[in-house]
């Protein structure tokens, strides 16, 4: 027991079958300590070192020596790099766990197993327990969203909250070549870097203006007479402007200030000015593209937002 005591204070108080052996148990000792309740069964061949309910840590621990080699990954990554002091984190939920892509590991209950390729180059092995790299962990996340706002806001929040930056989830996401949305995730995290918004104008055009038949507008119009200021969309004949917000977060409470400073002068100039954001463009481009349009109604266009592919019945 004393070489076990190593491994079980780093564990968290979970050990393998395997670990036991190799510090010098015997089958029948495992069942003794089992049949006295010293030792639970979390899964088959992994034990815990007392017989009432696991910590989240323990059952991360467990997951990950059941497919050992394995590491956390995913949102079971994120919740290890967090610690307990994070509050966004549901504990109930599945432990993912990354395998080697050669291997082939059968999942319990409340786990998720992951085959990756290049197991080692993506994992912290010295972490307890070992898990992702966050730069990985953040990728896979947003490459298995169920759409681009989500994939966005999954990068978003991680540079956000400080967990890494957009630089280093370039470099990720260089050595990554097969990865679903690729390009897209690029380009995001590109804006994300600089606090640019070409992916936004870009899907702005291609998602709510051109499908659904707006007037086509001028981009990126350079004014001076208040200093030199970039418009993003101007609907120059309906005197109508549309600033798109592609920052997730403002950097400070200047940037939210110099914002509203500039609708505040579209307006006294005589034009209005709508300010959207990812939400507006890539959640709901149908529905934003009804609402600029009647806008652009009320400022004299005579025409009507037309229906694209994704619209709904009836809609616009």
Same mark, same amino acid.
């Given at each position: 027991?004393?070489?076990?005591?190593?491994?079980?204070?780093?564990?968290?108080?979970?050990?393998?079958?395997?670990?036991?052996?190799?510090?010098?148990?015997?089958?029948?000792?495992?069942?003794?300590?089992?049949?006295?309740?010293?030792?639970?069964?979390?899964?088959?061949?992994? #034990?815990?070192?007392?017989?009432?309910?696991?910590?989240?840590?323990?059952?991360?621990?467990?997951?990950?020596?059941?497919?050992?080699?394995?590491?956390?990954?995913?949102?079971?990554?994120?919740?290890?790099?967090?610690?307990?002091?994070?509050?966004?984190?549901?504990?109930?939920?599945?432990?993912?766990?990354?395998?080697?892509?050669?291997?082939?590991?059968?999942?319990?209950?409340?786990?998720?197993?992951?085959?990756?390729?290049?197991?080692?180059?993506?994992?912290?092995?010295?972490?307890?327990?070992?898990?992702?790299?966050?730069?990985?962990?953040?990728?896979?996340?947003?490459?298995?969203?169920?759409?681009?706002?989500?994939?966005?806001?999954?990068?978003?929040?991680?540079?956000?909250?400080?967990?890494?930056?957009?630089?280093?989830?370039?470099?990720?996401?260089?050595?990554?070549?097969?990865?679903?949305?690729?390009?897209?995730?690029?380009?995001?995290?590109?804006?994300?870097?600089?606090?640019?918004?070409?992916?936004?104008?870009?899907?702005?055009?291609?998602?709510?203006?051109?499908?659904?038949?707006?007037?086509?507008?001028?981009?990126?119009?350079?004014?001076?007479?208040?200093?030199?200021? #970039?418009?993003?969309?101007? #609907?120059?004949?309906?005197?109508?402007?549309?600033?798109?917000?592609?920052?997730?977060?403002?950097?400070?409470?200047?940037?939210?200030?110099?914002?509203?400073?500039?609708?505040?002068?579209?307006?006294?100039?005589?034009?209005?000015?709508?300010?959207?954001?990812?939400?507006?463009?890539?959640?709901?481009?149908?529905?934003?593209?009804?609402?600029?349009?009647?806008?652009?109604?009320?400022?004299?266009?005579?025409?009507?937002?037309?229906?694209?592919?994704?619209?709904?019945?009836?809609?616009?």
């Amino acid at each position: 027991m004393d070489e076990l005591a190593a491994p079980l204070d780093l564990q968290s108080g979970v050990v393998s079958r395997r670990q036991a052996l190799a510090a010098g148990l015997l089958p029948h000792d495992i069942r003794r300590r089992i049949r006295r309740r010293e030792w639970t069964p979390a899964f088959a061949g992994v #034990y815990v070192d007392h017989n009432g309910p696991l910590t989240w840590l323990q059952r991360g621990w467990a997951a990950v020596l059941l497919g050992w080699p394995a590491a956390l990954c995913h949102d079971s990554a994120l919740r290890a790099s967090d610690g307990p002091g994070r509050r966004d984190h549901d504990d109930g939920r599945p432990i993912h766990i990354a395998v080697d892509r050669t291997r082939s590991v059968v999942e319990p209950a409340a786990v998720v197993v992951h085959q990756l390729a290049d197991l080692d180059q993506k994992v912290q092995w010295n972490r307890t327990p070992p898990r992702v790299r966050i730069e990985h962990t953040v990728l896979d996340l947003a490459a298995e969203a169920p759409d681009e706002l989500e994939a966005i806001a999954r990068v978003a929040n991680a540079v956000q909250a400080r967990r890494t930056t957009a630089p280093r989830i370039l470099e990720a996401l260089d050595t990554r070549t097969r990865i679903a949305r690729r390009s897209f995730l690029a380009g995001v995290l590109d804006d994300v870097a600089a606090g640019t918004c070409s992916v936004l104008e870009h899907g702005y055009l291609t998602r709510v203006e051109r499908p659904h038949g707006l007037p086509v507008a001028e981009r990126q119009v350079m004014e001076s007479s208040r200093g030199t200021v #970039y418009r993003d969309v101007e #609907y120059r004949p309906y005197g109508a402007l549309v600033e798109l917000d592609g920052r997730l977060f403002h950097d400070s409470a200047a940037d939210r200030d110099r914002d509203l400073d500039r609708d505040l002068d579209s307006v006294v100039d005589g034009r209005t000015t709508a300010r959207l954001g990812w939400g507006q463009v890539f959640g709901r481009p149908c529905e934003t593209a009804v609402k600029v349009g009647r806008l652009l109604q009320r400022r004299g266009w005579v025409g009507r937002p037309q229906p694209c592919p994704e619209c709904r019945p009836g809609q616009p």
